[in-house]
């Protein structure tokens, strides 16, 4: 990384933003690749299951809540950074928190995620499915952009925010358009 | 240089999802979820908590004689009281007798050996049909969607007790009038009431129930599509049916013109599964 000493604020603004400009290709390129892949291999159906749970559907949708659960402790953990609860001094640990809450839900979302991929595929038979499909795509493609935008400098101020709110949002529609859909439609147990 | 964790995060991550979508490939279909099998409908049926002897022609007031399915033979008497009229006067008028009653071996509780009943469920959100031949039945529940189920078995005395994969469950009674029941499937539970089909002079492609098997793209498909009496029709197709849990996906349009669909470039050919004749049996 070459080392910059900051300019004055006006300067950088617009070279800030431009640095946005490849890691969002790149979120891009993710989130089609996904969608091509999903819609044009054709699914095969179930593939992964974990013993003591009743059916793959409830592995599913257990590991998505644990995610989106994670998912709320890093919103949690970013508003104590970002100063935004009143009364509450950030501790030294907050930015660790946000860091593995964040590996955690990511790495509970993939294998969900490539079941669905894989096994299901990109469908449209119903609004739901459509939905979370598309908010699939755009999750990972939203979260790859938060990865490579974190390391960079220069940044405008509201960037990493909007990222992690959009990556958030984009996690708890696909929570509600699956698992909630799933836990309501067979009951909630494993 | 300091590491950039957060890109380790993300090709960690894509690593993980790599590892599980080999790991998926490598699987035989069907074994993947061996273990959990069998277990996603049997858990909403718990949660359905109806047992069939109250809900299976829950809509009559002759609940009395409903519990007579489930315990008694006396199914010439039970076939009839459930809700019609036309098909039995004498044992509905003495619904608190039915269940100790003999069967009355009258033209109420007659049970054809050939016959098709095809229908929507109550509320109209999918339909079923079901074709008996001589002893063997076949029935096929599908919404149109994601809900679809084939179910075989035996038919005797007027009543059909069948199972399909993951659970499904097909219970009915069924006369010269209607079959009524209930049916489960991929989570949902229909009641049933669906009216005889009288078979149609002339017509190559009569009301009923159509299947069709392909091969497409390396995977086995299997379509079934229900045509209604009116003319209308709620067909769904499995993927890779022998699989554990095949996704299904509604089916595209049967021509009845020419008993064949179009399905990614495949044309699929349709039989009919008539109970009358036994073809498909």
Request: contains cysteine.
């Amino acid at each position: 990384m070459t080392a910059q000493p900051d300019a004055p604020a006006p300067e950088r603004v617009s070279l800030g933003i431009g640095k946005l400009i490849v890691p969002s290709l790149i979120g891009g390129l993710v989130a089609l690749t996904l969608g091509v892949y999903g819609r044009l291999h054709h699914p095969t159906g179930v593939v992964v299951n974990i013993a003591g749970f009743t059916s793959a559907g409830y592995v599913k949708s257990w590991l998505a809540t644990v995610a989106t659960l994670f998912a709320i402790v890093q919103v949690g953990s970013a508003l104590v950074m970002y100063g935004k609860i009143p009364r509450v001094r950030a501790p030294s640990w907050i930015g660790t928190l946000h860091q593995w809450s964040g590996r955690i839900a990511f790495l509970s979302a993939v294998p969900v995620a490539v079941d669905c991929l894989y096994g299901l595929g990109f469908q449209t038979y119903s609004t739901r499915v459509l939905i979370h499909s598309l908010l699939g795509c755009a999750f990972f493609g939203a979260f790859s952009i938060k990865m490579l935008i974190l390391p960079k400098r220069g940044l405008p101020g509201w960037t990493l925010p909007l990222a992690g709110a959009v990556v958030f949002t984009l996690l708890v529609g696909l929570w509600f358009t699956s698992a909630f859909w799933f836990f309501s439609t067979f009951g909630v147990h494993r | 240089m300091r590491l950039n964790t957060p890109l380790v995060t993300l090709l960690g991550g894509a690593a993980v999802g790599v590892g599980v979508l080999v790991a998926s490939m490598l699987q035989p279909s069907g074994t993947a979820s061996a273990s959990g099998s069998g277990a996603t409908a049997p858990a909403p049926a718990t949660t359905v908590t109806v047992p069939l002897t109250s809900s299976a022609p829950a809509t009559t007031p002759a609940t009395t004689s409903t519990t007579a399915p489930a315990t008694a033979p006396a199914t010439a008497s039970t076939t009839a009281p459930a809700s019609v009229p036309t098909t039995a006067s004498a044992s509905a008028s003495a619904p608190g007798t039915s269940p100790a009653a003999v069967p009355t071996a009258t033209a109420s509780g007659y049970a054809p050996p050939k016959a098709d009943y095809v229908g929507r469920v109550e509320g109209g959100g999918a339909a079923v049909a079901i074709s008996v031949h001589k002893g063997k039945a076949v029935a096929y529940l599908c919404d149109g969607h994601a809900v679809a189920a084939w179910y075989r078995g035996t038919a005797a005395g007027g009543k059909l007790d069948l199972t399909g994969k993951n659970g499904a469950r097909l219970r009915l009674n069924y006369g010269s009038g209607k079959a009524e029941g209930l049916v489960m499937a991929d989570g949902v539970q229909y009641n049933f009431s669906v009216s005889l089909v009288h078979p149609a002079s002339g017509a190559t492609r009569p009301p009923g129930l159509y299947e069709a098997t392909a091969v497409v793209h390396g995977i086995g498909i299997k379509a079934g599509w229900i045509v209604l009496p009116d003319g209308s029709q709620i067909g769904s197709v499995e993927y890779d049916p022998l699989s554990a849990i095949p996704p299904t996906a509604q089916a595209p349009v049967l021509d009845l013109a020419t008993g064949t669909a179009q399905y990614d470039g495949v044309t699929l050919v349709a039989s009919l599964i008539s109970g009358l004749t036994g073809s498909g049996f």
